[in-house]
Nanobody
C-alpha cells in the first residue's frame, strides 16, 4: 500500500489550494479515506473523510464550509479542495485509509481506525 500526497505549498490568507493523494496497492474504491493534518507542536487532527463511492462526507468543524473532500474511484486519486485559507490551516497534511473495507466504515477522527498513511504535504498560509 502506498499513499502519496501532493499539491501543498505557500498560500496567502484567503487563498486556495488543492491537495491530491495518489493511492496504490489496495482496492481504492472499497475504502473510506481521510485527510488529517499536523501543525508544529500539535497532534495529528482529523480534517475530512469520505466513504467509498464519494459520500457521505465528514468534516472537522474548523474546516467545514471551506474545505471539500472528493474522490475519483475510477482514476484513483483523493482530493482536498481548500478555500478561504487562514494561517491556522498551516500544517503537514496526510491522507490515510481505514483498516476495513466497506461503505459501512465511516470517516472517523480516531487515528487507530486508519492503517496506512502518506508522508504528507506541507501547507503554509502566510502573507
Amino acid at each position: 500500500v502506498q499513499l502519496v500526497e501532493s499539491g501543498g505549498g505557500l498560500a496567502q490568507p484567503g487563498g486556495s489550494l488543492t491537495l491530491s493523494c495518489a493511492a496504490s496497492g489496495f482496492a481504492f474504491s472499497s475504502y473510506t479515506l481521510g485527510w488529517f493534518r499536523q501543525a508544529p507542536g500539535k497532534g495529528r487532527q482529523f480534517v475530512a473523510g469520505i466513504r467509498p463511492g464519494g459520500g457521505p462526507t465528514s468534516y472537522a468543524g474548523s474546516v467545514k464550509g471551506r474545505f471539500t473532500i472528493s474522490r475519483d474511484d475510477g482514476k484513483n486519486p483523493l482530493y482536498l479542495q481548500m478555500n478561504s485559507l487562514t494561517p491556522e490551516d498551516t500544517a503537514l497534511y496526510h491522507c490515510a485509509k481505514v483498516r476495513a473495507a466497506g461503505w459501512f466504515v465511516g470517516p472517523s477522527p480516531d487515528l487507530s481506525m486508519y492503517d496506512y498513511w502518506g508522508q504528507g504535504t506541507q501547507v503554509t498560509v502566510s502573507s
